[in-house]
């Protein structure tokens, strides 16, 4: 995770084993960590000792996971929360993005999987807030944004493309290898959509813009994987989707300004 100063992190859960376990991971990573059991409490810690990340379960006693996230943001706009929730897992998700979380991380979650999202979350924490709003390059015109994932656009013939998003790229080193685990199988919005292999050894997993069938992979990528990084919508793209639940499920994304949502 680099020498420089680390991001200060709160984590916030009514499970003491969770907190625990997070404080031991993250402490052995360098960063300095706070905990808290509820949300009142740690928006009474933001108030005094200002924090770079949080990371928030979504069901706690009193105030949730998402009132902690708007009463934060309201706070400190410049706070990079994630979400952790082991209910409905999906729909919180999608719900937690769309509401401003960095990303939501499914209970239970391993070691590599709490290493890999913070790791995002500090290089996201350490860029100047007027680079995290920026407008997506030109080559995004058309696309629809999960959060900072991933993106969507549609096609001619019905099917929609589906990538990396420009901040996601940003925060993660060059690709090694991107592993489909659901190649067989419909993807659901808000699911796994790819688990990104890195240079620096870490996974990171990817959430679907859109649910739908799978017609087509870019096999280009098999023999440059870190294409999305060079060129991430016209030769970088993932795959393609037959979609699903169209109408209500682009309410729960951005377009390319990241700006307008739609509603």
Not at 24 to 40: H, M, Q, S, W, Y
């Amino acid at each position: 995770m680099g020498t420089r100063e680390q991001p200060k992190i709160l984590v916030i859960d009514d499970e003491q084993v969770i907190l625990d376990s997070a404080r031991r991971i993250l402490k052995a990573g360098g960063f300095p960590v706070l905990t808290a059991n509820d949300a009142e409490s740690a928006l009474q810690i933001l108030k005094t000792d200002p924090q770079d990340i949080a990371i928030c379960d979504l069901m706690l006693p009193g105030l949730s996971g998402f009132e902690f996230l708007e009463a934060a943001q309201q706070h400190d706009p410049s706070l990079v929360v994630i979400i952790t929730t082991g209910y409905s897992t999906v729909d919180n998700g999608v719900d937690a993005l769309k509401k401003g979380a960095f990303d939501f991380l499914p209970k239970p979650f391993s070691f590599e999987e709490l290493v890999s999202q913070v790791d995002r979350a500090s290089r996201f924490a350490k860029l100047p807030i007027k680079q995290r709003v920026q407008s997506p390059p030109a080559d995004f015109a058309g696309c629809y944004f999960l959060g900072s994932q991933s993106w969507a656009r549609p096609d001619m013939d019905g099917s929609w493309q589906l990538g990396l998003a420009a901040m996601l790229l940003q925060t993660i080193d060059p690709i090694q290898g991107l592993e489909f685990p659901n190649a067989d199988r419909k993807l659901q919005q808000g699911g796994l959509l790819v688990r990104i292999a890195t240079e620096d050894g870490l996974l990171h997993n990817v959430w679907s813009p859109l649910s739908g069938e799978i017609v087509l992979f870019n096999d280009r990528l098999e023999k440059a994987p870190d294409l999305p990084h060079q060129d991430p919508v016209t030769a970088g793209w993932l795959l393609r989707i037959v979609p699903e639940n169209l109408e209500r499920e682009v309410s729960a994304l951005t377009v390319a300004d990241l700006q307008h949502r739609f509603s």
